[in-house]
């Protein structure tokens, strides 16, 4: 009998102390659900929707609809070039051709000039052999994470290493329709010029994205932001464009791929020396693009478009819109895997009510084909001739 009572006390024991570990391990649980556990989630921050939501962009056109249009540009457009940082000194362009190509209906030039007075560097000058001034076109390329080649993915290089030239006819192959589109503008009878991204093939020192992650954090921890340098130098690459013997400067245009594409309507929004462009893959809203997985939020790439504090005042459709009432063509791809067509359709919404408010909205002109993320020929056909009808009816 007393063993009996001593096994069922053992046993109350044993079910009492359970009892309590659950309670215990439960209210643990619950105390875990009180607080933030997790500080982010696909490379996100776990309250990053909350961040969206107070993104209303207050220097929006239209949020400032009843400001005169022109005091608007300007207020907008200080507050982009605020967000570019300090600029760099600027230089004599001093330039100097090294080499050049006879192209039968062009010539081919290399230039070595200083963009700023921090960097000399080498661009591809197309100049048709045809008397007169000519129009001209601003030609801006790619990030595509491929860094041994940058201005020889619009330009067909010369006197180059033949890695360097299998790698370029190979990237024109995939993304360009297996064409330089510079040099089939140059054969079309305009000037072209284009210039290295700081990082790329002459200019490159980082080997991958990571490297050039690193490349742009020290370079804010310089007082420099690597997005806003990129910006400076298209408008400085654009300027010293509008100063060669044979170019009409009231008739120069911008016109690019993806990135290439970013800094095309970014350098008409922010430069007078361009009077038109042609942005090829890269529109879209912040909204459409800052989400789980969308390749805007994995870095890399991101880090040449990224202005700091910007996106709290202006979305990337109303930089833009700066450009009004300047005459864009902006092409994107249904199967564009970077930018979902709903944010592509979003982006040009937002600036045809730009350009329609000041009468201006034949001047805008949007198109999204059935294709991926690339410059096919069918789009630069369509592009070559509009660019034309603006450029060679002025």
């Known amino acids: 009998m007393k063993n009996r009572t001593k096994s069922q006390f053992v046993l109350n024991l044993f079910w009492s102390i359970l009892i309590v570990s659950i309670f215990n391990f439960s209210t643990m649980c619950a105390q875990k659900t009180d607080y933030q556990t997790a500080g982010s989630i696909n ?13 209303n962009y207050p220097l929006a056109w239209e949020n400032n609809k009843l400001m005169d249009f022109g005091v608007w540009k300007a207020k907008a457009k200080a507050k982009v070039m605020e967000s570019l940082m300090t600029p ?86 995939d993304c360009y329709g297996g064409r330089y589109f510079g040099d089939e503008l140059a054969k079309k009878g305009y000037v072209c010029f284009v210039t290295d991204m700081l990082d ?31 910006a400076l130098e298209d408008m400085r690459a654009a300027e010293f464009l509008s100063q060669q013997p044979g170019v009409d400067a009231s008739r120069i245009a911008a016109m690019g791929l993806s990135v290439g ?13 361009i009077a038109a462009g042609v942005s090829v893959c890269w529109m ?21 478009m990224l202005h ?67 410059y096919n020929i069918e789009m630069q056909k369509d592009a070559f001739e509009w660019l034309d009808n603006v450029l060679k009816n002025k």
């Open 43 to 55: 490379d996100l921050p776990v309250f990053y929707k909350n961040l969206v939501e107070r993104q």
């Open 88 to 173: 760099p000194p600027i230089a004599p362009f001093n330039a100097k051709v090294i080499s050049e190509k006879d192209r039968g209906t062009y010539i081919a030039k290399k230039v070595v000039f200083n963009i700023t007075a921090d960097s000399r560097i080498v661009g591809l000058l197309l100049v048709p052999k045809a008397a007169g001034t000519h129009p001209a076109v601003l030609l801006l390329h790619d990030h595509g994470g491929k860094f041994d080649i940058g201005k020889e993915k619009v330009v067909e290089p010369w006197d180059e290493t033949v890695e360097k030239v299998e790698s370029a006819k190979q990237w024109v192959k």
């Open 200 to 230: 790329w093939c002459d200019r490159q020192g980082s080997p991958d994205l990571e490297g050039q992650q690193a490349l742009a954090s020290n370079m804010l921890h310089l007082g420099a932001s690597f997005a806003g340098l990129i």
């Open 261 to 273: 594409g970013f800094r095309t309507w970014q350098v008409a929004a922010l430069s007078d020396y």
């Open 284 to 304: 879209s809203t912040y909204h459409g693009l800052m989400v789980p997985k969308n390749n805007q939020t994995k870095g890399g790439a991101a880090y040449t």
């Open 308 to 374: 700091p504090g910007l996106s709290q005042y202006l979305d990337y459709p109303d930089v833009a819109s700066l450009a009004c009432p300047k005459p864009m063509f902006f092409i994107g791809g249904s199967k564009d895997h970077l930018f979902p067509t709903e944010s592509i359709k979003d982006g040009y919404a937002k600036m045809q009510k730009v350009w329609d408010s000041q009468n201006a909205g034949n001047k805008l002109h949007t198109k999204i084909y059935d294709a991926p993320h690339e």
